[in-house]
C-alpha cells in the first residue's frame, strides 16, 4: 500500500531492518564506507534515499558530514532512534528534485535504489539534482544491479529469487518498457500477505548518457565496492562519475 511516505511506509519501515540485515552485515558496510571516506577526500556526502541510515551512520562515524534526502518519514524515524541518528541532517522529499542548501564532495546512492525512480525521466532529473548539489571535483557513486534478464526463459517474464515454506518472492519484468516490480508473498498464522515494489531497470550506458547530460563523466566503474573488474558476468555495478573541476 502506497501513503504520503510511498512504497516504504510504517509496515515495511517495522521490519526493514530485519529484512535486509544481510546488507548490514560489516563484510558489505564496510568497503563501502571505505570507498565514500576516499572520494569525500574531507568533504561532506549526501545520500540520497538515506533509509535507516545503514550507510549514513557509519560513514558519519568515521568523521564524513552526511546529509539525507528521503521520502519516507517512516524510515527516517528509525534512523533517528539509532545511536547518532540525531545528528544527521535530513530533508523529506522526492531525491529526484529535493533540493539542499548545500555543496557536497561526494553524492551516493545504493542497494539498487536509483531503481526506486520508476520513469527515465525521473532517474534523468535525479542525476541533473545531484550535479547541482556537487562542487566542482566532486563524485556520483551509484550501486545498482544489472538487469537479470538472462534468467528469464523464452516467452517468460517472471524471476523467483526467493522460496521457502512461509514466502515466495519474485521480480517480474516488461522488457518493452524497463519497468519491473518485486513481489512478495507470505504466510504467517494462517494469513497471507502480498506486497509488490515497482523499480525501472537501467542498463549501465543508459546511466552514463544521463550523467552527460548533466555534465558528468565516468570515473570509475566497478562490479562491487572491493572494485573489482566490471564484466559481462558482473550481476552489480559500482560507477562513479566525476562533475568537471571547470565548466565545459
Known amino acids: 500500500m502506497i501513503d504520503e511516505d510511498g512504497y516504504f511506509g510504517e ?4 521490519r526493514y531492518d530485519e529484512s535486509s540485515r544481510e546488507m548490514a552485515d560489516p563484510t558489505v558496510v564496510t568497503p563501502a564506507v571505505d570507498t565514500l571516506v576516499e572520494l569525500a577526500d574531507g568533504g561532506k556526502a549526501l545520500e540520497l534515499g538515506i533509509g535507516t541510515g545503514r550507510i549514513a551512520l ?4 568515521r568523521g564524513v558530514p552526511v546529509h539525507g534526502i528521503d521520502l ?3 524510515m527516517v524515524a528509525r534512523l533517528r532512534e539509532k545511536p547518532g541518528g540525531d545528528a544527521i541532517g535530513v530533508t523529506i522529499g522526492d531525491f529526484a528534485t529535493a533540493r539542499v542548501d548545500a555543496a557536497f564532495s561526494v553524492a551516493y546512492l545504493v542497494f539498487n535504489t536509483i531503481m526506486n ?4 525521466a525521473a532517474q534523468v532529473a535525479c542525476f541533473r539534482n545531484v550535479a547541482a548539489h556537487l562542487q566542482p571535483g566532486g563524485r556520483f557513486v551509484v550501486e545498482v544491479m544489472m538487469p537479470d534478464l538472462r534468467r528469464l526463459p523464452p516467452g517468460q517474464d517472471v ?5 521457502s515454506a512461509t514466502r515466495w518472492a519474485y521480480d517480474l519484468y516488461d522488457v518493452a518498457t524497463q519497468s519491473m516490480s518485486s513481489n512478495y508473498v507470505e504466510v504467517s498464522g494462517g494469513r497471507g500477505g502480498f506486497r509488490s515494489i515497482p523499480f ?3 542498463w549501465p550506458a543508459e546511466l552514463d548518457l544521463m550523467a552527460q547530460m548533466a555534465g558528468l563523466h565516468l570515473q570509475h566503474r566497478w562490479s562491487g565496492w572491493q572494485r573489482e573488474p566490471f564484466t559481462s558476468d558482473s550481476a552489480q555495478h559500482v560507477s562513479v562519475w566525476e562533475k568537471p573541476l571547470l565548466p565545459d
Do not use: E, G
Not at 525512480?117 to 527515465?120: A, D, G, M, R
Open 58 to 61: 557509519p560513514l558519519a562515524a
Open 200 to 202: 525501472r531497470y537501467v
Open 11 to 14: 509496515r515495511v519501515a517495522a
Open 159 to 163: 524471476v523467483p529469487f526467493h522460496v
Open 72 to 74: 519516507s518519514r517512516a
Open 117 to 120: 525512480l520508476t520513469t527515465q
